[in-house]
């Protein structure tokens, strides 16, 4: 079963700092990952999907690595503004049509 | 384009009511569908899944069902609500080579 953990779970930095979010994962089996961005009370909302092939995806100020063999997935974003403030999370899925999520990380940007 | 449509916003329901939460997909056919939770402070749960109609898996033992009549439709079903189904319930669509979108999500509360 596909364990998904994500590191830190909270994280407030100054406006204009860029951000790194950290994601891991037990099956290196993986098909894809995706990073979802998810407002207080709202739906998910689907940044970057990275398929097992790729190394990476980028879209605008955003880019998402990922590295099956260590099992892990970074989030960047350039330059932070106030609507960056969210929460975030990675989902891996396996060939069994499940997407396991993380936890969640929970940014704040201070302006 | 693909849409995905998840009805009602918001429930409040008494305990021991039933329960039926619907959604439906546009643009896209035979597509997986999903029902996941996501109870406060709490990452998301699988509830139900589908690959095709009238093919449900189940995840987790509960006081839920769920049922594909039609090939873009999925609807979540309870007979007696529990306290404990109180939630944010959301409904996702995938196809191969594509990720995950997930409808805009269903707040129960069950008092």
């Known amino acids: 079963k596909q364990e998904v953990t994500q590191i830190p779970a909270a994280l407030s930095v100054p406006e204009g700092e860029n951000l790194v979010l950290n994601c891991s994962f037990t099956d290196s089996a993986i098909y894809n990952l995706q990073w979802f961005r998810q407002d207080p009370g709202k739906g998910l909302t689907s940044l970057l999907l990275?398929?097992?092939?790729?190394r990476e995806q980028t879209s605008g100020r955003l880019n998402a690595s990922l590295d099956k063999s260590s099992g892990r997935s970074t989030l960047y974003i350039a330059a932070s503004q106030p609507g960056d403030s969210a929460t975030y999370l990675c989902a891996g899925r396996s060939n069994d049509y499940k997407l396991s999520f993380g936890a969640g990380t929970t940014v704040t940007v201070r302006a | 384009s693909q849409t995905i449509h998840q009805w009602p916003a918001t429930l409040v329901q008494p305990v021991g009511s039933p329960l039926s939460l619907e959604c439906t997909v546009e643009g896209t056919s035979n597509p997986n569908l999903y029902w996941y939770r996501q109870a406060a402070g709490r990452g998301l749960q699988l509830l139900f899944y589908s690959v095709g109609i009238g093919q449900i898996s189940s995840e987790v033992p509960q006081n839920l069902s769920a049922s594909r009549p039609q090939d873009r439709q999925f609807i979540l079903s309870s007979k007696k609500l529990l306290l404990s189904d109180s939630g944010f319930y959301l409904c996702a669509w995938a196809r191969t080579l594509y990720g995950y979108t997930f409808g805009s999500g269903t707040r129960l509360t069950v008092v």
């Open positions: 990275i398929q097992s092939s790729q």
